[in-house]
């Protein structure tokens, strides 16, 4: 088979999110809050806090040996192990070096993804471009984030938004027509500040005074946030399925990232599709960044929401400003 025939295919999926569950009703203890405040601009009513004594690689782990088991695919045949994440158990090494050690991938690559929100469209673009060349096979792609150690409790415009998980496919080369149809990346660094971590990096190390401002959490301009997601996830998503050769009436099911509510039905607004053909579980779980979409798009295959054959639209957006879509077409 010649590579232009040569697909990336999703062989297993899995994913994972800590048993501790913080709802809406235990925010109101905390801060000035209310359920209502909260569900009717996020459309949030829970979501899943990873324990003290676990970290990030912890929940790869657990969501890579998931899909591992489910493509019936043993360690020692993958070549590669791509995390996207921006909540590395260190600033280096890679976490996902950390993942490979743990689960014991002696005979794979790997390095992380840091694309925020849309880091899973990344990595999972990255993998499948990795298949296409012909020189991998098995590609472990995960999402995982400990988001919530990264807001700010006295910031109530934030800390109710996020919630911790974990989600992991495992794509090998295919021969039919199914798998990674097309993919579609794309960013704005003039919006970087809308969402980000002031300090952590080089240009603020940690110290006294970074840690006094509270730089070490997440800052958002919500407003902003949401204008620029809607527009971009509809952009990506139209992007890809022209990439793809299809339209929108030809997508079974849409699987966005789980940022908003209010922005997923916007895009699905914009798009001229119905709620029902779309996977919304951010009710349950809140924002999970890197582990988002991976999360409904297995929560959605083990609900029998896709049948072989069908066409999955995934799209993202993220701080970056970060956005992409891939189309793919379901069954190995």
Not at 289 to 314: C, K, P, T, Y
Request: include cysteine.
């Amino acid at each position: 088979m010649n590579n232009a025939t040569r697909r990336a295919v999703i062989a297993g999926i899995g994913s994972y999110v800590p048993e501790k569950v913080l709802t809406n009703q235990d925010l109101e203890r905390m801060i000035d809050t209310s359920d209502e405040w909260i569900v009717s601009r996020t459309g949030i009513r829970e979501r899943h806090i990873l324990e003290d004594n676990l970290t990030t690689s912890d929940m790869a782990v657990e969501a890579a040996t998931r899909a591992l088991r489910h493509a019936g695919c043993p360690a020692s045949k993958v070549d590669l192990v791509l995390l996207a994440t921006v909540t590395g158990d260190y600033v280096f090494p890679s976490t996902a070096c950390i993942v490979q050690e743990k689960m014991g991938l002696t005979n794979a690559g790997a390095f992380d993804i840091g694309s925020s929100c849309s880091g899973f469209i990344a990595a999972l673009s990255t993998g499948a471009a990795f298949v296409q060349s012909g020189n991998f096979q098995n590609v472990l792609v995960i999402g995982a984030d400990a988001i919530s150690r990264m807001v700010d409790c006295k910031d109530r415009n934030v800390c109710v938004i996020f919630g911790d998980g974990a989600a992991a496919v495992l794509l090998q080369a295919g021969h039919s027509d199914r798998g990674i149809l097309s993919t579609y990346i794309k960013s704005d660094g003039a919006g970087c500040r809308h969402l980000y971590q002031p300090a952590g990096g080089a240009k603020l190390p940690p110290s006294l005074d970074t840690i006094t401002n509270r730089l070490h959490y997440i800052k958002m301009d919500g407003r902003e946030t949401f204008k620029q997601a809607a527009r971009a996830m509809t952009s990506a998503a139209f992007e890809a399925l022209k990439s793809a050769g299809l339209e929108v009436s030809d997508v079974d099911l849409m699987v966005p990232h789980q940022a908003n509510i209010r922005i997923i039905q916007a895009a699905v607004q914009r798009m001229g599709l119905s709620m029902d053909q779309v996977a919304v579980n951010i009710d349950r779980y809140g924002n999970t960044v890197a582990a988002s979409i991976g999360l409904a798009l297995d929560e959605s295959q083990q609900n029998g929401r896709i049948e072989a054959g069908d066409h999955v639209l995934l799209v993202g957006f993220g701080a970056g400003l970060t956005w992409g879509g891939i189309v793919l077409r379901w069954g190995v």
